[in-house]
Protein backbone atom coordinates (compact mmCIF):
# COMPACT_ATOMS: atom_id res chain seq x y z
CA UNK A 1 0.00 0.00 0.00
CA UNK A 2 3.15 2.12 0.91
CA UNK A 3 4.82 1.86 -2.58
CA UNK A 4 1.23 2.40 -3.78
CA UNK A 5 0.96 5.75 -2.22
CA UNK A 6 4.59 6.49 -3.85
CA UNK A 7 3.92 5.27 -7.29
CA UNK A 8 0.74 8.01 -7.01
CA UNK A 9 2.33 10.82 -5.46
CA UNK A 10 5.26 10.65 -8.26
CA UNK A 11 2.59 9.93 -11.05
CA UNK A 12 0.77 13.48 -9.85
CA UNK A 13 4.44 15.42 -9.61
CA UNK A 14 5.57 14.49 -13.17
CA UNK A 15 2.41 13.32 -15.36
CA UNK A 16 1.46 16.94 -15.64
CA UNK A 17 -1.16 16.16 -13.32
CA UNK A 18 -0.27 19.47 -11.08
CA UNK A 19 -1.06 21.87 -14.04
CA UNK A 20 2.57 22.64 -14.59
CA UNK A 21 2.89 19.96 -17.73
CA UNK A 22 5.75 17.31 -16.09
CA UNK A 23 7.79 20.62 -14.52
CA UNK A 24 7.46 22.06 -11.29
CA UNK A 25 6.65 25.87 -10.99
CA UNK A 26 7.74 27.31 -7.63
CA UNK A 27 7.62 30.53 -5.95
CA UNK A 28 10.23 32.97 -5.09
CA UNK A 29 11.08 30.83 -1.55
CA UNK A 30 11.18 27.63 -3.34
CA UNK A 31 12.83 28.98 -6.16
CA UNK A 32 15.69 30.29 -4.08
CA UNK A 33 15.92 27.07 -2.57
CA UNK A 34 16.25 25.05 -5.08
CA UNK A 35 19.09 27.42 -7.09
CA UNK A 36 20.66 27.48 -3.87
CA UNK A 37 21.70 23.50 -4.65
CA UNK A 38 25.11 23.91 -6.53
CA UNK A 39 24.34 20.63 -8.74
CA UNK A 40 20.90 23.03 -10.17
CA UNK A 41 21.74 24.67 -13.97
CA UNK A 42 20.00 27.86 -14.09
CA UNK A 43 18.88 29.38 -17.46
CA UNK A 44 17.50 32.94 -18.14
CA UNK A 45 15.49 32.17 -20.95
CA UNK A 46 15.00 36.41 -21.68
CA UNK A 47 16.55 38.03 -24.78
CA UNK A 48 19.93 38.85 -24.22
CA UNK A 49 19.23 42.25 -23.99
CA UNK A 50 16.83 42.02 -20.98
CA UNK A 51 19.96 39.42 -19.15
CA UNK A 52 22.34 42.12 -19.62
CA UNK A 53 19.82 44.63 -17.80
CA UNK A 54 19.68 42.39 -14.87
CA UNK A 55 19.78 38.70 -13.92
CA UNK A 56 20.11 36.01 -11.55
CA UNK A 57 23.80 35.09 -10.25
CA UNK A 58 24.75 32.05 -11.87
CA UNK A 59 22.28 32.21 -14.11
CA UNK A 60 23.66 31.20 -18.12
CA UNK A 61 21.28 33.11 -21.03
CA UNK A 62 19.72 30.71 -23.45
CA UNK A 63 16.69 32.94 -25.09
CA UNK A 64 13.92 30.56 -25.82
CA UNK A 65 12.88 32.55 -28.73
CA UNK A 66 16.18 32.13 -30.26
CA UNK A 67 17.30 30.21 -33.22
CA UNK A 68 19.65 28.70 -31.26
CA UNK A 69 17.71 27.46 -28.23
CA UNK A 70 17.63 23.48 -29.04
CA UNK A 71 21.87 24.05 -29.77
CA UNK A 72 22.63 25.87 -26.93
CA UNK A 73 20.60 23.34 -24.68
CA UNK A 74 22.11 20.56 -25.76
CA UNK A 75 25.67 22.07 -23.87
CA UNK A 76 23.32 21.15 -20.52
CA UNK A 77 24.06 18.19 -18.26
CA UNK A 78 20.90 16.43 -18.90
CA UNK A 79 21.67 14.30 -15.51
CA UNK A 80 21.65 17.80 -13.73
CA UNK A 81 18.43 19.60 -12.75
CA UNK A 82 17.48 22.70 -14.68
CA UNK A 83 15.82 25.69 -13.15
CA UNK A 84 14.37 28.44 -15.63
CA UNK A 85 13.01 32.17 -15.77
CA UNK A 86 11.80 34.83 -17.45
CA UNK A 87 10.32 37.82 -17.45
CA UNK A 88 6.46 36.86 -15.85
CA UNK A 89 6.76 33.73 -15.98
CA UNK A 90 5.52 32.89 -19.85
CA UNK A 91 8.03 31.89 -21.74
CA UNK A 92 9.71 29.89 -18.82
CA UNK A 93 6.76 28.06 -18.94
CA UNK A 94 7.43 27.68 -22.93
CA UNK A 95 11.38 26.78 -22.54
CA UNK A 96 9.70 24.04 -19.33
CA UNK A 97 7.81 22.11 -21.53
CA UNK A 98 10.50 22.08 -24.36
CA UNK A 99 12.69 21.04 -21.58
CA UNK A 100 10.76 18.26 -19.79
CA UNK A 101 10.18 16.67 -23.48
CA UNK A 102 13.91 16.42 -23.53
CA UNK A 103 14.05 14.66 -20.59
CA UNK A 104 15.66 17.27 -18.39
CA UNK A 105 13.60 17.79 -14.56
CA UNK A 106 12.48 21.42 -14.88
CA UNK A 107 11.81 24.05 -12.02
CA UNK A 108 10.37 26.83 -13.38
CA UNK A 109 9.77 30.56 -11.56
CA UNK A 110 6.11 31.15 -11.27
CA UNK A 111 5.43 34.58 -12.03
CA UNK A 112 9.14 35.05 -13.41
CA UNK A 113 11.74 37.83 -12.55
CA UNK A 114 9.49 40.82 -12.16
CA UNK A 115 8.90 39.29 -9.20
CA UNK A 116 12.05 37.64 -7.95
CA UNK A 117 12.77 39.35 -4.18
CA UNK A 118 16.24 37.37 -4.13
CA UNK A 119 19.73 38.84 -5.22
CA UNK A 120 20.50 40.06 -8.71
CA UNK A 121 23.08 41.11 -10.65
CA UNK A 122 24.08 43.09 -14.25
Known amino acids: MKHLFTLALLGWLFCGCNGSEGFI ?7 AETISDSNVQLVDVRTPEEFAAGHIPGAVNI ?3 GSDFDDKVSTLEAERPVAVYCRSGARSKTAAKRLVVKG ?10 INWNGPEEK
Not at 25 to 31: G, Y
Not at 104 to 113: A, C, D, I, R, S
Open 25 to 31: SQSNKEF
Open 63 to 65: DVK
Open 104 to 113: FTVYELNNGF
